[in-house]
């Protein structure tokens, strides 16, 4: 807007461009800053959440050996896999009744 | 296909409609009636229930503390909603109008928290306010505070849980609706002499109205049934009527009170939202 010569309309109102813009970064550092964290200390040493001792892929490593851990990763792969075919089979139907009759 | 009537028309939209409405039926009208007969039901004093017609469920909702949790409940909710609104809208508006080429990256980036699971999001939430958690650790580093403060198990800590959580359900109907407006009528609002300030008020807002009535519902229906997020990070202090109606079905089992909570907090929210689309409904009438 406005680059082709015309008018320029800047901002929400009387809030300036450069303010929502920042404002739109810290949304975005508020919606990913707890994500980040938690992926930064899965590469914990230790147990810690709270302290950092060093970077190490060890966790990884448990969980792939954890038996318990891959049984439920199966589950919700099998849990999540049928719950999609059978909203996307019914769902479908449905949407073509609603579009066609 | 080509037929508009007859029995080819009865039998195709019977067959296609046929497996939804047994979905429904069983897992979704079955389900309610239950509760509502449950509702009015007696519990035994080991579990169980005895169906009847018994209103003191009903009237145990009535209790004060009992009373002060639904309205807890509500207050959580609504500003929830409104905050969500608050921070949601400016997004949405900078990422319609601001984003140019990055607009579909950005509204990409909204949704992709939303993609890790919920309780995952809370933990990490748990982890950042916990007494020596990131949170304090910063306010002690920035002289800000001398010793850990307590952060988590508060409502600000539950309100900023649940904006954090449906913060998305927000930003995506209002991108939705503003990115449908025709920006020249922004332009024809400003040759007439309007102010920036009033071009927004009288001509944006007012028609990006579904789209603040649609995310208004799908954050506040949700945020008031909620019990993850007051569990994690309200602990036993912050009890939300999703909680109470956990432990009365899972701990006290006492399926008949907790029917009866579940029916009233579903008619209560059925009202809100009805009050909610008729009053906005009609001044966004006026609006016009």
């Known amino acids: 807007m406005g680059e082709k010569g ?36 899965s590469f914990n040493s230790s147990k810690s959440t709270q302290v950092w001792t060093g970077f190490s892929t060890k966790w990884y490593g ?7 851990v891959l049984a439920a990763f199966k589950i919700s792969i099998i849990v999540g896999v049928s719950a999609t075919a059978i909203a996307t089979v019914i ?10 009759y | 296909m080509g037929e508009r009537t007859g ?41 169980g229930i005895t169906l009847g017609f018994n209103p003191g469920n009903y009237l145990k909702v009535f209790d004060p503390l009992y009373l002060e949790i639904i309205v807890r409940t509500l207050v959580i909710a609504v500003t929830n909603t409104l905050l969500c609104l608050l921070l949601g809208y400016p997004l949405a508006y900078f990422i319609v109008f601001k984003g140019g080429s990055w607009k579909n ?9 939303f993609w890790t699971s919920l309780l995952l999001r809370a933990y990490a939430w748990v982890v950042i306010l916990s007494g020596n958690g990131i949170a304090n650790r910063t306010l002690q580093f920035l002289g800000i505070t001398d010793e850990p403060i307590t952060l988590i198990f508060t409502p600000q800590a539950v309100t900023m849980g649940m904006v954090y959580s449906y913060l998305p359900f927000m930003v995506l109907p209002l991108y939705a609706a503003l990115e449908k407006f025709d920006i020249s009528l922004k332009e024809a609002a400003q040759d007439l002499g309007a102010s920036r300030w009033h ?11 579904p789209g603040v009535i649609a995310g208004s519902i799908l954050v506040f229906i949700p945020s008031a049934g909620e019990f993850v997020i007051p569990d994690l990070l309200g602990g036993s202090r912050i009890v939300m009527t999703g909680n ?20 009233m907090l579903a008619i209560l929210l059925l009202g809100a939202i009805m009050f909610y689309v008729r009053k906005v409904g009609a001044e966004k009438l006026e609006g016009v």
């Open chain 2, 199 to 209: 071009t927004f008020w009288r001509v944006t807002f007012p028609l990006s109205m």
């Open chain 1, 6 to 41: 015309g008018p320029v309309y800047k901002g929400l109102g009387k809030v300036p461009d450069w303010a929502l813009f920042l404002f739109a970064v810290l949304i975005y550092a508020f919606l990913y800053a707890p994500i980040l964290v938690l992926m930064l200390f």
């Open chain 2, 244 to 263: 109470l109606i956990r432990t009365q079905f899972l701990q006290a089992r006492d399926w008949a009170f907790g029917s009866a909570l579940s029916v």
């Open chain 2, 105 to 113: 990256i950005l509204i990409l980036l909204v949704m992709v928290p």
């Open chain 1, 62 to 68: 448990e969980l792939l050996r954890d038996e318990t």
């Open chain 2, 7 to 47: 029995r080819g028309w009865t039998l195709g939209l019977g067959g296609l409609l046929t497996p939804v409405t047994i979905w429904l039926g069983l897992f979704f009208l079955v389900p309610l009636l239950l509760i509502l007969a449950y509702s009015f039901g007696t519990s035994g004093v080991y579990g």
């Open chain 1, 91 to 100: 769902g479908t139907l449905t949407a073509l009744a609603l579009s066609r």
